[in-house]
Structure formats: structure tokens, C-alpha cells
């Protein structure tokens, strides 16, 4: 599709929700094709590369029976490495083929994949995660707790994705580190919101 073109104009739903209406255009490309990934990065010379590849998708395991479902979630994150590092490291590997200075936004797992990478000199720029599906309940319980609208709560928080998922599941961070800060209408309040044992 050409850009421009009314026929291939696409919207975004998503960025309507935020009130953004950008034209999409989509691109056929194999990521494990090193070269003409690397090409087509040069075409586009991009600001900015969201990634988000995974050779399986985390809900797959929750159409097993009970048991193998209930075995592989026990193992946690490891099973779940390879599936996400393998197409990040090819990406990244065309990313430095092309020559472009480019960002690249790695939601593949990040916690683990983004310092492997850095090892052999291909991180990504920074990664991304699902701390705000634990920021909404945060800052709702925020708000309970000092008595005072959501739409006054802001939550300002920092953190692996691991704290995402075992926090909504456990209720702890299982000892890991994370930045949490709760402002109400501006003004610092956090050490009257910690709520949470973490």
C-alpha cells in the first residue's frame, strides 16, 4: 500500500481512543530475513522501532489441560526467554546492519532480553511492559485511600515486568526493586499511600 493513497488508509483504533487518527501503512516482512529487514529499515529511516515479536504468545499455555498448564506457569519466565529473544536478536541484528540511528522500543520480554542483548552489543533503546495494568489498580486504591477523586491521583511508577505480574497475582514483588510515587493534585503523598506490603 501507498502511503497517501484513500484506499489504504487505515485507522488506527487504538489511537482513536487517544484521540489520534494516524494513516497506517502495512509491510509483508520476515524478521528472521536479516537483509531485507535491514533494507526496509533504511527505506523508512524510522524515529522510532516498537517491537513486540514472540515466537508464541503468552496465552497459548492456557489451552493446555489443567495440569500442563498449571507445570509450565510454575517455571515461570525461562520457558518463555527463547520465544521472545530470537526474534528481538534479529531485529536488532538488522537494525545494526542498516546503519540508522534509530530507537528501539523492545516489549519482547525486556527484563531479560534487553541486558542478553547489551552483552553482545545490540540492546534495544529501552523496554516496555505491563506496569500500567498494576498503575490502574494502584492508583484507584490510591485514591480510596486518601478519600479523594481518581482524576486527583497520579501514579508514577518504574519497575520490571516481573513486578506486574507477581504483584496483581501475589501481592508482593517477591523482592523486587521498583519506583513508586503518588501525587495528589501535585503534591507528594506517597508515604500516606503505601498500601501494598511491597
Not at 485507522?11 to 528472521?32: C, Q, T, V
Not at 507445570?71 to 526467554?81: P, S, V
Not at 519497575?159 to 501535585?186: I, N
Request: charged content about 20%.
Amino acid at each position: 500500500m501507498k502511503t497517501g493513497d484513500p484506499k489504504s488508509k487505515q485507522r488506527s483504533f487504538r489511537g482513536i481512543h487517544f484521540n489520534f487518527f494516524p494513516d497506517i501503512e502495512f509491510r509483508h516482512l520476515d524478521a528472521f530475513d536479516i537483509e531485507k529487514t535491514a533494507k526496509l529499515i533504511q527505506e523508512l529511516q524510522p524515529d522510532v522501532i516498537y517491537n513486540s515479536m514472540t515466537l508464541q504468545s503468552w496465552w497459548v499455555i492456557t489451552t493446555l489441560s489443567k495440569d500442563a498448564y498449571k507445570t509450565i506457569d510454575e517455571a515461570r519466565y525461562g520457558i518463555w526467554y527463547p520465544m521472545h529473544f530470537v526474534p528481538t536478536y534479529k531485529l536488532m541484528q538488522a537494525v545494526k546492519k542498516s546503519g540508522v540511528q534509530t530507537h528501539v522500543v523492545n516489549a519482547a520480554f525486556p527484563d531479560l532480553v534487553n541486558p542478553a542483548l547489551a552483552k553482545i552489543g545490540l540492546s534495544p533503546t529501552v523496554g516496555i511492559g505491563n506496569i500500567d495494568n498494576l498503575v490502574c489498580s494502584l492508583r484507584l486504591t490510591a485514591a480510596r485511600m486518601l478519600k479523594a477523586p481518581m482524576r486527583s491521583v497520579t501514579v508514577y511508577m518504574v519497575a520490571p515486568h516481573f513486578v506486574s505480574y507477581y504483584a496483581s497475582r501475589f501481592g508482593d514483588t517477591a523482592g523486587a526493586p521498583y519506583y513508586l510515587k503518588v501525587t495528589l493534585d501535585d503534591r507528594d503523598v506517597t508515604r500516606r499511600s503505601i498500601w501494598m506490603s511491597y
